[in-house]
């Protein structure tokens, strides 16, 4: 069985994923108590942009590979434990990156509300600092834009990886996504709008130049469940076993349920190291490196003096899908 995970990344939840699987596959196997039938064998690629720390991530595979005999030594015993074989895969999945028809699942974790550019036709226009993302201020035809961005790579999306899935294959996908309809209300909207506010402080004290933040747009768009549905429906090809919205935290190390934020100071700390994991080379390469630390530590305060009025979420979609078996 190919398995591919997309946006893998290269970290300590990269192999997560992974390891679930093999989990689940050894398990069904032992209780189907399959002592003549070999368990299948499993071939994962861990995808992700060529600038991605491969190196970081083939090292991970290495203890990985001796951590799961250890942990799967009971099931190994019992020819329960599924061989598998890991390997990375540099590149986009906005373009094929597999053969017809040989991918059994793909799985993709937070990496779907990236686009696979800032929408084309707002190159060259003139906007306001505050508007790298989408704001209440924001003309409805540049909105429309980064509507149309989406609708674009995620049929992509969706067209490219039904070639390359087997009849029945499955997708598991979760990404940010936003929990109601109304496109100016989204939690990634402040969270951005926080970010926009920021990089303005440093144009008014001189540290940006004002031409490069009016030129900058983050390549990002978070849509909604009803928004997700209409493009799977329209483009055909899957049957969507399973939707759903959650919500968690803007702050990864809050795992609390309540509505209050018991030390934002620490928050907006934790919320701006996740931004800047995920968007320092973004920002580094339009703004520079000098103004990294300056501008999250900016952030950071932004971020802990809006939890301080407001504990915000980010809404997780997670869809199951299928591509139908042809008989
Ligand atoms: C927030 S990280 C998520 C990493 C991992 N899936 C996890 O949940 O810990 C998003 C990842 O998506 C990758 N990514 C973004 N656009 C991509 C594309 N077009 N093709 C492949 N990977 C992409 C980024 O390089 C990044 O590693």
Redesign the pocket.
């Known amino acids: 069985m190919v398995v591919a995970?997309?946006?893998?990344?290269s970290?300590s939840?990269?192999l997560r994923f992974v390891s679930e699987v093999i989990g689940i596959i050894a398990r069904h196997c032992k209780e189907l108590d399959r002592r003549h039938d070999r368990p299948p064998q499993l071939q994962f690629f861990l995808?992700?942009?060529p600038?991605?720390d491969f190196n970081n991530l083939f090292q991970l595979i290495e203890q990985f590979n001796k951590s799961t005999a250890r942990k799967h030594k009971g099931e190994a015993e019992s020819g329960a434990l599924p061989p598998s074989y890991i390997t990375g895969l540099p590149?986009?999945?906005?373009t094929r990156i597999f053969p017809s028809e040989s991918v059994y699942l793909f799985h993709?974790?937070?990496?779907l509300q990236?686009r696979?550019q800032a929408p084309e036709q707002l190159k060259g226009t003139k906007k306001t600092c505050l508007d790298i993302y989408i704001t209440k201020t924001m003309s409805p035809s540049m909105v429309k834009l980064f509507q149309q961005q989406f609708q674009k790579d995620f049929s992509l999306f969706l067209k490219l990886r039904y070639e390359e899935l087997v009849s029945g294959g499955q997708m598991v996908l979760a990404f940010i996504g936003r929990k109601h309809e109304d496109v100016l209300t989204g939690e990634s909207n402040h969270l951005y709008g926080l970010l926009a506010q920021s990089l303005k402080s440093l144009v008014d004290e001189g540290l940006v130049e004002k031409e490069k933040l009016e030129s900058f747009y983050l390549p990002m768009y978070s849509p909604s469940v009803g928004e997700v549905e209409a493009i799977v429906k329209q483009v055909g090809l899957f049957n969507m076993n399973h939707v759903k919205v959650f919500e968690t935290n803007w702050d990864p190390y809050d795992d609390s349920e309540s509505d209050v934020v018991h030390n934002s100071i620490r928050s907006g700390e934790n919320v701006a190291k996740c931004l800047r994991a995920?968007m320092e080379p973004l920002v580094a390469s339009q703004f520079g490196e000098a103004i990294l630390d300056k501008l999250f530590q900016e952030y950071a305060r932004r971020v802990a003096k809006h939890l301080e009025n407001e504990k915000t979420k980010h809404a997780v979609l997670v869809l199951s899908l299928k591509k139908p078996i042809h008989v």
Do not use: I
Request: charged fraction near 10%; proline fraction near 0%; glycine fraction near 16%.
């Open positions: 995970d997309l946006g893998c990344s970290g939840n990269t995808n992700d942009l600038g991605n590149g986009s999945y906005y993709s974790l937070f990496c990236w696979s995920v």
